[in-house]
């Protein structure tokens, strides 16, 4: 098992630690298209942990929740990039965003665990948000079904980073890594949310 989480260490080191400044809401200045839906997620630390730290959980959480907790995050997520491409407003977005980053980020840390209905509603929430924000920033006239393909299927890569990422971390010697990874995503919410209201 050591072996295992010393595999996923760089990865993890990766997806955690890049950098603040590239943030994914610029206000749409991507090119839109499948390859800027699939550059989007990575270039947004608040999307990119929230991601990897749903995939994580789940995987902790084991069983049925291992598979769905993604999927319904992907379902929600395209519900709310068509929210989003329509042009329709949800109050308090970015907040919301920082949120889930904080609350998945102090699952993590207190290796709290969930039925299988909580951790869906809580998967569903975090993916409407994270995808009105991608669809609201795409600007008017470009290749929505490309783009918003390229978001999904990113966000599909990232949450199986942190299920692999996850199933590493199971044995109780790895439970310092994982309350530290969570720690660094709830510390990043924390920062996106001063940043938000400040």
């Known amino acids: 098992m050591k072996s295992t989480t010393r595999r996923w260490l760089p990865l993890a080191s990766f997806l955690l630690g890049l950098p603040l400044a590239a943030e994914a809401h610029d206000g ?26 749903l995939g994580i959980w789940a995987a902790l959480l084991g069983g049925a929740a291992t598979r769905r907790l993604p999927l319904i995050f992907m379902l929600a997520m395209a519900l709310g990039g068509t929210v989003g491409l329509a042009g329709v407003d949800l109050p308090g977005v970015e ?78 010697a790895a439970r310092p890594l994982l309350r530290g990874a969570g720690a660094v995503v709830a510390a990043s919410g924390m920062f996106f949310v001063w940043r938000t209201l400040a």
């Open 28 to 53: 749409g200045a991507h090119v839109a298209g499948f390859a800027a839906g699939l550059l989007h997620p990575l270039t947004g630390l608040d999307h990119l942990v929230a991601m990897v730290a």
């Open 95 to 172: 907040v919301g965003i920082a949120a889930s980053a904080i609350l998945l980020g102090a699952l993590l840390v207190f290796d709290l665990r969930a039925p299988l209905f909580a951790g869906g509603l809580i998967g569903a929430v975090a993916g409407l948000l994270h995808g009105h924000a991608h669809g609201g920033e795409l600007p008017a006239g470009a290749d929505a079904l490309g783009y918003c393909a390229g978001f999904l299927l990113c966000t599909a890569v990232l949450h199986l980073a942190g299920v692999m990422l996850g199933s590493s971390l199971r044995a109780a």
